[in-house]
């Protein structure tokens, strides 16, 4: 192979990203701006832009001996991220960095297929190869220097020309299209990437902060209380038919005495930041990673009141919340005795009567569900529960009809309407004795194809309806001091994840200086 410079390696490296890299990031400008006589110019200056960052990131990194590692590991990355923009229509932020890192073996083998395969070989491995093979001329210190020095140069005026050149069109794709930028690829994943990491260094160095320690339970009779929370994984609220669906998915809830929550919204998009935002003291507007990881939840409080913590988990883990809590791993056959194929939910309610019978306690007790975990809805429930047929069994959700997703998502809202019931009948054998709730919250929606939208995670100002609005449900044995009536009616109203940090507070009849009664939603 021909001896090559630096120079010469950084530019075809780069036109390469911008011509197989970024068909997503295209394809949504050509929404914005088609491809019309007027905005041919600024579409192909679009190309060249994304071309010339690229040089100049990869320049400046670009020393001798790090150069082609880093080309390919952004060839590797990009080659990935393109195919997860095609086939899902995701982005790359920080909260999908966040995500991508937290998420385990057995979740990603959901995702493998053999155009993700295709995708890493082509636009990754192959190029890859080839820039390893390729002999790089070594012309001296000075002569490298000078010459990088150059390149930089040369492609920071490129980039101002094109932005003075097209200015009207970039002020209109800076100030109102953010969203556009999300797509470029690598750049924003790279940019989100550093981003991430510096909030994680940043973080280590922030004390924990306690609060509620003044709280105290003050109960007045001596009955004991106790309440199965089940976190719900990706579940829409419009799929459910207690929220008007057409399909049967909640035959057995419907048969219950339950309050539905018509009206629930998540705090973030993604099980990351739903889950810890949820049992935060901050609210959605306030919350972010940082100070949720570095502030103790409500479960917290509600174990310095006396109460007594279990958290089970058959999803991911716990968020961050259950870290200074009894926390108990159900993702696997070694505790969870419902492993067929995949260790189910209702393996979670396995054993805990020795829990409530061993002490007289008043008990929270989290389920953390695998529920409606995505793309590969079908793997999400046992056989008896394909109802709705015909099913996409595949994770290339693009390949399957949209009544084909539709069918596999409800399929597993069915089971976990079959999940829900079996917590309230579990809770039903206690409660002459004991006062029990069930509450089940979904930690985020799903979209489902819609404006081509796959799985969740978009940033919270562009996400639809879908991803943000959830499933929410309560369940109250017979002496359970709360007005169902009234309730019912109140369950209409919005809610969000914000009141259940003071909703949990009141329900165990907790004092504390961080409980507040107007985010109560069952207190009068
Ligand atoms: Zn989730």
């Not at 920080?94 to 995702?111: G, H, R, V, Y």
């Not at 070989?121 to 002569?143: A, D, E, M």
């Not at 993702?331 to 939910?345: H, I, L, P, S």
């Not at 047929?389 to 069915?414: H, K």
């Amino acid at each position: 192979m021909r001896i090559i410079v630096t120079p010469f390696l950084i530019i075809m490296v780069s036109i390469f990203i911008v011509l197989f890299d970024n068909l997503s990031f295209f394809q949504h400008v050509l929404k914005v701006y088609p491809f019309k006589l007027e905005n041919i110019g600024f579409l192909f200056s679009l190309g060249l832009l994304l071309y010339a960052l690229i040089v100049v990131l990869f320049t400046a990194v670009s020393s001798r001996y790090i150069l082609k590692p880093i080309i390919i590991i952004s060839l590797i990355m990009a080659s990935f991220i393109a195919y997860f923009m095609q086939s899902y229509n995701i982005v790359i932020d920080k909260t999908m960095i966040e995500n991508t890192l937290q998420t385990n073996m057995n979740e990603s083998m959901d995702l493998m297929s053999v155009k993700l395969f295709i995708y890493l070989l082509l636009l990754g491995i192959l190029p890859s190869w080839i820039v390893y093979k390729i002999p790089l001329q070594h012309r001296g210190f000075k002569t490298e220097l000078w010459s990088k020095i150059k390149l930089i140069l040369i492609h920071l005026a490129l980039i101002a020309l094109l932005l003075f050149s097209f200015s009207k069109f970039y002020t209109s794709f800076f100030r109102e299209h953010k969203v556009l930028r999300l797509y470029t690829n690598p750049v924003t994943a790279i940019y989100n990437l550093v981003s991430y990491t510096y909030d994680q260094v940043k973080e280590t160095n922030i004390p924990m902060k306690i609060i509620g320690l003044d709280a105290k339970q003050t109960k007045d009779t001596k009955k004991r209380k106790i309440v199965i929370m089940v976190v719900g994984e990706a579940a829409r609220s419009d799929h459910f038919s207690l929220n008007g669906y057409s399909k049967e998915t909640n035959p057995l809830l419907k048969k219950e005495s339950i309050v539905n929550f018509s009206n629930m919204y998540a705090c973030g998009t993604t099980t990351a930041i739903s889950v810890p935002c949820m049992f935060s003291i901050y609210k959605r507007g306030d919350y972010d990673s940082t100070k949720g990881y570095n502030t103790h939840s409500v479960l917290d409080v509600l174990s310095h009141a006396g109460v007594e913590v279990l958290w089970r988990d058959n999803n991911s883990n716990s968020k961050g919340v259950a870290v200074r809590l009894t926390y108990e791993n159900y993702k696997t056959a070694q505790k969870n005795t419902m492993c067929k194929g995949e260790c189910r939910d209702e393996g979670m309610l396995i054993g805990l009567e020795s829990l409530i019978e061993k002490n007289d306690k008043d008990i929270i007790i989290v389920l953390h569900q695998m529920g409606n975990h995505g793309p590969a809805y079908y793997k999400r429930y046992p056989k008896s529960f394909k109802k709705f047929t015909p099913v996409c069994e595949t994770n290339q959700l693009e390949e399957c009809s949209a009544e084909e997703i539709s069918n596999a998502y409800d399929n597993a809202i069915l089971y976990t309407d079959y999940f829900l019931s079996k917590t309230i009948h579990f809770l039903k054998r206690y409660e002459e004795k004991i006062d029990t709730a069930m509450i089940y919250i979904a930690d985020h929606g799903e979209s489902l194809g819609e404006n081509g939208l796959y799985l969740h995670g978009l940033p919270y100002f562009i996400a639809p309806k879908h991803q943000k609005h959830v499933g929410a449900v309560m369940w109250f044995g017979k002496d359970f001091p709360v007005d169902e009536e009234k309730l019912k009616n109140r369950a209409k109203h919005e809610y969000s994840h914000d009141n259940l940090f003071s909703t949990l507070l009141g329900l165990f009849d907790v004092q504390t200086e961080v409980y507040e009664k107007n985010m109560d939603i069952l207190a009068n």
